[in-house]
């Protein structure tokens, strides 16, 4: 398979970093993204150049992708050094734990604009090079509570549920033009989210899932490889659910 250009936003760490290890792994030209912690994005990229010796194009940059103009700046980059991201991973994202009643209007606007607006940001702008080459690959990284609701994660939720809306309905506006858009709705998983869990607290909730334990990075990075593969040409417009069977 022909080396493609990757861009995973939010892949300093977690699942960001289990997808952008899976394609490293395909020998295709990595983009990490972090929006503020330089140390911990330096850091990944380095564990994947140490894992993928043989994979010369990995590389990270720094932006908040909430905010279009550094959306542009790292587009533009990622066009001068690798050329048009063929493959976009919509990964960015932030929890919040509380009463909705609770949260002030700066905490609501930064949980939509962590989970949604840094979604519509990078594919405004990675959209318009993939119409022009009548191809590439669209994949948003939800949630299961974006399908059913959370309590005590409201706006998280209602974001999540934005991310479903815009697979949906960019799928349909770009498979004229050779574009697949699908979305993976994870459940809970090994990343540094659920930390706020007890060990006791992470016991009872991998009780309820019927696999009985929590999601693995890799597994997400798996099936991203998947979705962006020629198998997949025929899917579109789907948000599969990573949970363990817990939906």
């Known amino acids: 398979m022909t080396s493609r250009v990757v861009l995973v936003s939010g892949s300093s760490r977690g699942i960001g970093l289990g997808i952008a290890k899976a394609f490293a792994a395909q020998g295709d030209s990595i983009v990490l993204n972090a929006r503020e912690d330089a140390a911990q994005l330096e850091r990944a990229v380095n564990e994947l150049r140490e894992a993928f010796p043989a994979n010369p194009k990995i590389t990270g940059i720094l932006a908040d992708l909430a905010d279009y103009e550094s959306s542009e700046r790292l587009f533009a980059q ?3 050094e690798f050329g048009a991201v063929q ?3 919509n990964n960015a994202g932030a929890a919040h734990f509380g009463l909705f009643t609770d ?17 519509l940001n990078a594919s405004h702008r990675a959209i318009p090079n993939m119409v022009s080459a009548k191809t590439g690959t669209i994949i948003n990284i939800t949630s299961i509570w974006g399908i ?6 409201t706006v998280y939720s209602a974001a999540k549920a934005g991310v479903v809306g815009l697979t949906k309905s960019l799928a349909k506006e770009l498979a004229p033009s050779g574009i697949c858009v699908n979305a993976i709705a994870c459940g809970a998983f090994e990343t540094r989210m659920n930390d706020r869990l007890s060990k006791d607290e992470k016991n009872a909730f991998a009780e309820s899932i019927p696999l009985g334990r929590f999601g693995l990075p890799q597994e997400a990075g798996d099936l991203a490889v998947f979705l962006a593969s020629e198998k997949a040409a025929y899917l579109t417009g789907q948000v599969i659910p990573l949970d363990g069977g817990f939906l």
């Open 103 to 119: 949260m002030s209007p700066p905490e609501i606007h930064g949980i939509l604009a962590a989970n949604l607006h840094t979604a």
């Open 148 to 153: 059913t609701g959370a309590s005590c994660e």
């Open 87 to 89: 493959v976009l991973i």
């Open 78 to 80: 990622v066009e001068a």
